[in-house]
């Protein structure tokens, strides 16, 4: 059977979204499923030649089309002419039609292509979430792209997919008219492969400031949405606790923020024991989450977080706020810490984590690689899905 997924962007700075794609494709071909990519990515784009999966990019290939506009990520995943055309020739020799997240291009062309000539879809992946009522001006903005473009795509879908529990009722309450068909369908990441040792030393070596020093790690993008500023300021608040501990900030800056939160922690007097490799993949990452001494994730905002899976997997204990939406699997098999999304929320949970005997760090470790194998392994849940779309592997 053949999926084709709809997403802006296939690089793999966007986050979570794209890595869900990429890292389950491999477990649903073993059933027979096989997975094709639509983005509004330039075709030229280094991350589209890269990208493991097939990809069909929409991007603007006009030669009028002005180069400056295509290096402004806001325009360059914008309006495309060739998305709408393709979806509608190419839909139909697809047995079912994935759009991954909202507010951009991607879900307006869908809106226009796909009702009657496909089976399609939906995940938000989180971009329903009540925090953008943070954001009034934008929610604002949202609410009347909702009326001409999600929310008629959310209505027309087979079904509208959630990841937890939690993201499906905290979605019912933010933009009207709600109307769709809802399931929580599992989710999660692959299972860590590779020498744990060998992964462990690329990461120092890619870090040698480290120089065999204990760490937290926190691994996502660099923004405001993550907590970062949350976390930077706890840290300088439980550094006198432990003095052989450091603090690894791990991930793409697209924001511009790191020079502000090294500027924090420069006059919060501790520079010296904060870290910041950028983004990390393949055995550096690894590395990174299984020589850490546990996952921090003080996100304001997250439907799931599969950062959050792939510490588990490590047998790593995750350390989060009541924001990120899997933080009620991470409690009920004891696989970390949660708290508040604020300074003293954050502050509480590295000071409760510190206090525990090495002894109850080791089995809170090994909960969360259990509850990784029970919960978040693709792996076993490949054939689940391929139930809940209601698919018949070849």
């Known amino acids: 059977m053949k999926i084709l997924n709809i997403i802006a962007t296939v690089n793999p700075e966007s986050g979570g979204p794209l890595q869900g794609l990429v890292s389950s494709a491999p477990a649903l071909a073993k059933h027979g499923c096989k997975r094709e990519i639509v983005s509004l990515d330039h075709p030229d784009d280094p991350w589209v030649k890269s990208c493991p999966l097939p990809v069909h990019a929409m991007g603007i290939r006009h030669p009028s089309y002005p180069a400056w ?88 879908a087979q079904e509208v997919l959630f990841t937890t529990e939690e993201e499906k009722i905290l979605a019912r309450d933010i933009f009207w008219p709600y109307r769709c068909r809802e399931r929580v369908v599992p989710y999660g990441a692959l299972d860590a492969a590779g020498d744990p040792q060998k992964q462990i030393e690329a990461f120092r070596k890619l870090v040698p400031a480290l120089d065999g020093r204990r760490y937290l790690l926190f691994l996502s993008r660099i923004h405001p949405k993550k907590g970062c500023d949350l976390l930077v300021e706890a840290f300088a608040a439980v550094a006198d606790q432990d003095p052989g501990l450091d603090l690894v900030m791990a991930g793409p800056d697209n924001v511009g923020w790191v020079a502000k939160l090294k500027e924090v922690a420069k006059a919060r007097g501790i520079a010296d024991r904060l870290h910041w490799p950028g983004m990390l993949r393949g055995d550096e990452k690894w590395g990174a989450f299984r020589g850490s001494e546990a996952f921090v994730l003080p996100s304001h905002q997250e439907n799931f977080g599969i950062v959050v899976a792939e510490s588990m997997a490590c047998g790593r204990p995750v350390l989060t706020t009541f924001k990120v939406n899997t933080w009620r699997e991470i409690e009920e098999c004891g696989a970390g810490l949660v708290a508040e999304d604020n300074v003293e929320g954050i502050t509480d949970l590295l000071r409760r984590f510190l206090a525990l005997s090495p002894e109850r760090k080791t089995a809170m470790g090994q909960a969360a690689r259990q509850g990784f194998i029970d919960k978040f392994d693709l792996n076993t849940q490949a054939t689940q899905l391929i139930e809940i779309f209601g698919m018949n592997a070849a």
């Open 69 to 156: 506009r295509r290096r402004i990520p806001f325009l360059r995943y914008g309006y495309s002419p060739h998305l709408v055309p393709w979806l509608k020739a190419n839909a139909k020799n697809y047995d079912a039609v994935f759009v991954n997240g909202l507010w951009n291009y991607c879900a307006l062309g869908a809106r226009r292509a796909l009702p009657g000539r496909a089976r399609y879809f939906v995940y938000p992946h989180g971009m329903l979430d009540p925090w953008l009522r943070n954001f009034p001006i934008k929610t604002l903005g949202k609410q009347v792209s909702w009326w001409l473009a999600e929310g008629p795509l959310l209505a027309g």
